[in-house]
C-alpha cells in the first residue's frame, strides 16, 4: 500500500509539473541534466568518426575584419572557400547561410548610376553579381548541403509554382502519418536561390528548436509541412529533413528512401534506430570540455592559407560565430554557442549514435516501481532515525549518481525530481504507517509488561523494538524473592474481603518500589512476590537496585502497619505483627519468555534463582528481614555505597553443594542507626574469632552484639552464641572451614 500510494503521490506531482507553464520541478531538472553536461572532460564518442574529422570554416571577428561587412561580399568569396575546400575531397560540406535573395544591387543603384552619367547603367549592376561563380562551384563541388527556412505566412495561389519546385527539390523523405503527428508543422519552406538549390546536393532546415528557457537541449529531424501534398497519401506524409540529416545520409551511403518513422524513433537503414520524442527530437549529447572541433577562419581558407589536403575525408561546415550575425545559442555547456557548432555537434552524435537517450513512461514507472519497493523496505526496516539519515544519503546518492555516472557514462536523462519526490514521498507514508502501527504495537507491548515492569522500562523496551517471544536468553540480574512470615496464621484470623484488602494494599506498594528501582515482577505466589532486576533490559547497578528497593520494602511495611492501626481497627491484631522476609542473590539466570506458545510468563530460570529463594527462607532461621548472597554485596557495593551489609555466616543450603557467604542487608546508609552499626561491628569481629575457632571471643563479641540486636528473641547473634556452645562442645578438626550446613528450606 505504500508503494502504491508513493507511486501515486509521485505521479499526480508529475502530472501537476507537467502542465504548469513555468514549473519548478522542470527547471530543476534541466539545471541538473546541464549540469552533469557541464562537468564532464571526454564523452568517448568515436564509433565511426571524431571530433578531428571536423571542420568549421568559421566567419569570425577577424574574417569581417579583413573581408568587410558580410552582407556586402559577393558570392565570389563563398564559391572561392568552397573550391578551396573541395579540392581537398571532403567527404561533404554543410553550408549554414542562407541564398535565398540574387546577389544584385538594389535598382535605386541603376538610377544613382544613369544620374550620374554613366551609360548601360542596368548592365554594370548586373554584371557585379557573382552568382553563377557560387552556382559552379556548388555544382562541382557535388556534395554541398544549403540550409533554408520557413516563413510564417500561410500558402497563397500565387506559391503554387514554388511548391512544385520545392517538390521536386527537397528530399523525399515521408513517415507514418500518424506516428509524424507530434512533429513540428512549418508553413512555407523558403529554398536558396533556384541556381543553388538545383546544383546542391541537399537541403535541409536549419530551424533549432530551444526550450522554453531559450536553451538548445535537443536537435529536430524532421518536420511536417502542408505545403509538400504532391506525394502524401493517407497513411503517410511528406517531411522535411533538418539541416545535418541528409549529410549523415550521404555519409552512412544511404537514400531518401532508407528513412523511416515509427512510434520508438527515427530509423536510418536497417541499424539504426534513433529515440526521438513525439516531436522527432534527439536529446544532444553534447561535447566535454577536453573536446572540441578544429575551426578554422574563412579568411584563411578564403586566402589560400590552409593546404587542400586538410581537408581529405573531412565533414566541413561553413558558419559564423561573429555576434554581429546574431546566430548565437544557448546550450547547456555554453551559454554563447555559434549555431553552426550546434548542427556540428548534432551530426557526430547521429554519425557516433552517441546521443542521450531520455527515458521513455514504461521504463521511468519500472524504475521508480523497483527503486519504491527497495526504499519502503529500507525505511521500514531501519529504525527511524537511520531511516532519516539513510533518506538524506539516497537523495544524496541519487543526484551524485546521477551527475557523476547515468549521464555522462549510461548517456540516460530521466527526471530526477520525480525519482526525489518518490523518496520523500515513500519516507513519509512509511513514517506515518510506522508511527500509527508501530503506536498499536507499543500500546500492546506497553499493556503486556506494564503489569509487572516498570514504566521505565516499558519504554525502554518500545524504543529498543524488541517484541516479546517464546523463548530466553542468558543474562546477569539479581534475583528477588519476600515472602510475609507466618502468614498462614494470618489469614486465618482474616475473612476473604479482608484478606483481599489487606493483600492488594500490601502487594500494591511493594510492587511499586519494585517498578520504581527498574525491577521486573515475576510472579505472585499468594503473599510471596518474586521479581529481578537486570532484565528484559540491562541494568548495570541490578544488585544495588535490588538491595534497595528490599530496604525501601521494609521501611514501607513499617509505615504500612502504622496506617493499619488507625484504618484496621477492630481487625485481627496479627496483621500490626507483619513482618516480610527477603532473600537476593546476583549472577546468571535465563529469562525470557516461557511456556506455552498460547500461553507464557515472562519469567527466571537458574541456580542463581534457587540460592535467591533459599536466602529468602533462611533469613526466617537467622531472625532477620533480607539476606543477600555475597555476590549481590559486593557487587551492590562496587555499584555505590548506599547499603549497610553485615557479613552473617558461611553455610551451604539445600540443593547446593558449594559454600556461600550469607549477608545481612540492614539498611540504607542514610538511615542505619549507630546502634545498629556497633552491633554489626561486634557480630563480624566474633564471626572472625568464631572462624579461627577461638570461641571465647567469638562468644565475648557476640554477647556485645546481642545486647545492640534489634530482635531480642530470634537474631543472628543469639543464633551464633548457641553455635558456638555446641561447638565447644564438640570441636570441630583442624581442616574446619567454618561452613555451616543449613538443613532447612
Known amino acids: 500500500m505504500i508503494c502504491i500510494l508513493s507511486l501515486f503521490i509521485t505521479q499526480a506531482f508529475s502530472w501537476v509539473n507537467h502542465n504548469l507553464t513555468r514549473s519548478p520541478l522542470t527547471a530543476i531538472d534541466l539545471a541538473v541534466d546541464d549540469l552533469a553536461l557541464q562537468i564532464r572532460t571526454f564523452t568517448g564518442q568515436d564509433k565511426r568518426v571524431s571530433t578531428r574529422d571536423f571542420v568549421i570554416i568559421d566567419i569570425d571577428d577577424y574574417s569581417i575584419s579583413q573581408l568587410g561587412r558580410v552582407q556586402l561580399w559577393p558570392r565570389m568569396y563563398d564559391a572561392q572557400v568552397i573550391r578551396n575546400i573541395s579540392a581537398g575531397t571532403p567527404k ?61 505566412a500561410d500558402f497563397t495561389d500565387d506559391e503554387r509554382e514554388y511548391a512544385l519546385r520545392a517538390e521536386q527539390l527537397l528530399p523525399r523523405i515521408s513517415g507514418n502519418r500518424r506516428s509524424a503527428f507530434g512533429y513540428y508543422q512549418r508553413s512555407v519552406p523558403v529554398l536558396p536561390s533556384l541556381a543553388f538549390a538545383e546544383n546542391a546536393r541537399a537541403m535541409g532546415l536549419l530551424k533549432v528548436n530551444p526550450d522554453p528557457d531559450g536553451t538548445v537541449r535537443s ?72 573536446e572540441d572541433f578544429r575551426c578554422i577562419s574563412f579568411y584563411n581558407v ?34 554563447v554557442m555559434p549555431g553552426v557548432e550546434v548542427h556540428a555537434t548534432a551530426l557526430y552524435n547521429l554519425l557516433n549514435e552517441s546521443w542521450l537517450r531520455r527515458i521513455d513512461d514504461t521504463g521511468l514507472m519500472w524504475l521508480l516501481a523497483g527503486f519504491v519497493l527497495f526504499s519502503t523496505a529500507l525505511f521500514l526496516f531501519l529504525p527511524q ?25 549510461l548517456k540516460i536523462l530521466l527526471p530526477l525530481s520525480t525519482v526525489v519526490t518518490l523518496t520523500i514521498s515513500s519516507f513519509t507514508l512509511s513514517l506515518v504507517y510506522r508511527n500509527a502501527t508501530e503506536g498499536r504495537e507499543k500500546r500492546q507491548l506497553k499493556l503486556a509488561f506494564s503489569s509487572y ?28 524473592f519476600s515472602d510475609i512470615e507466618a502468614f498462614s496464621r494470618i489469614s486465618e484470623k482474616l475473612s476473604a474481603p479482608q484478606l483481599v484488602e489487606l493483600m492488594n494494599e500490601y502487594l500494591d506498594a511493594m510492587t511499586s518500589i519494585i517498578t520504581e528501582e527498574r525491577g521486573t515482577l515475576d510472579k505472585y505466589i499468594g503473599d510471596a512476590i518474586v521479581a529481578f532486576f537486570g532484565a528484559p533490559l540491562k541494568v548495570e547497578d541490578h544488585a544495588l537496585r535490588s538491595c534497595i528497593a528490599a530496604c525501601r520494602m521494609m521501611q514501607a511495611e513499617s509505615d504500612l502497619r502504622l496506617k493499619w492501626q488507625e484504618t484496621k481497627r477492630g481487625w485481627p491484631p496479627e496483621i500490626l505483627k507483619l513482618r516480610t522476609r527477603i532473600g537476593i542473590n546476583s549472577g546468571m539466570a535465563v529469562t525470557g ?17 534457587n540460592l535467591a529463594a533459599r536466602c529468602e527462607s533462611a533469613a526466617k532461621q537467622y531472625g532477620i528481614s533480607a539476606l543477600v548472597s555475597e ?34 542487608l540492614a539498611g540504607l546508609r542514610a538511615k542505619v542507626t549507630k546502634q545498629q552499626l556497633s552491633c554489626i561491628e561486634a557480630y563480624e569481629k566474633g564471626f572472625e574469632a568464631y572462624l579461627q575457632q577461638s570461641w571465647e571471643t567469638a562468644v565475648s563479641c557476640f554477647e556485645q552484639a546481642l545486647e545492640l540486636e534489634k530482635s531480642p528473641e530470634l537474631n543472628p547473634s543469639a543464633l551464633m552464641l548457641r553455635r558456638c556452645a555446641q561447638l565447644q562442645k564438640e570441636p570441630p578438626g583442624s581442616d574446619w572451614d567454618g561452613v555451616f550446613n543449613l538443613k532447612s528450606k
Open 593 to 609: 519468555n516461557m511456556g506455552s506458545s498460547k500461553r507464557f510468563n515472562y519469567t527466571m530460570m537458574g541456580d542463581t534463582v
Open 219 to 290: 536537435y529536430t529531424l524532421l518536420q511536417q509541412s502542408p505545403f509538400l501534398t504532391g506525394e502524401s497519401t493517407s497513411d503517410h506524409i511528406r517531411l522535411i529533413p533538418s539541416f545535418i540529416l541528409p549529410a549523415a545520409l550521404n555519409f552512412l551511403g544511404l537514400n531518401d528512401e532508407d528513412v523511416r518513422t515509427s512510434n520508438t524513433g527515427i530509423y536510418l537503414g536497417p541499424d539504426i534506430r534513433i529515440p526521438v520524442n513525439p516531436r522527432a527530437e534527439f536529446s544532444i549529447n553534447w561535447l566535454g570540455s577536453g
Open 92 to 152: 561533404v560540406m554543410l553550408i549554414d547561410a542562407l541564398y535565398t535573395e540574387a546577389d544584385t544591387l538594389p535598382g535605386a543603384y541603376v538610377q544613382l548610376l544613369t544620374d550620374r552619367g554613366f551609360g548601360q547603367a542596368a548592365d554594370i549592376v548586373s554584371a557585379m553579381s557573382t552568382d553563377h561563380i557560387l552556382a559552379e562551384a556548388i555544382q562541382q563541388a557535388g556534395n554541398v548541403i544549403l540550409g533554408m527556412f520557413d516563413k510564417s
Open 385 to 409: 532515525w537511520q531511516a532519516l539519515i539513510a533518506v538524506f544519503l539516497l537523495i544524496v546518492l541519487q543526484f551524485f549518481g546521477y551527475v557523476l555516472m547515468i549521464v555522462p557514462e
Open 453 to 480: 515492569v516498570s514504566p521505565q522500562i516499558v519504554d525502554e523496551l518500545i524504543e529498543t523494538g524488541r517484541d516479546p517471544q517464546l523463548g530466553g536468553s542468558e543474562n546477569e540480574i539479581s534475583a528477588f
Open 302 to 335: 578564403w586566402s589560400g592559407q590552409v593546404p587542400k589536403e586538410f581537408f581529405n575525408d573531412k565533414i566541413v561546415f561553413i558558419g559564423s560565430s561573429a555576434a554581429g550575425l546574431e546566430d548565437l545559442k544557448n546550450t547547456p555547456v555554453n551559454q
Open 631 to 664: 555476590s549481590t554485596r559486593d557487587a551492590a557495593i562496587k555499584a555505590g555505597d548506599d547499603c549497610v551489609f553485615r557479613r552473617l555466616d558461611r553455610v551451604t543450603v539445600v540443593g547446593r553443594s558449594t559454600a556461600v557467604e550469607l549477608y545481612e
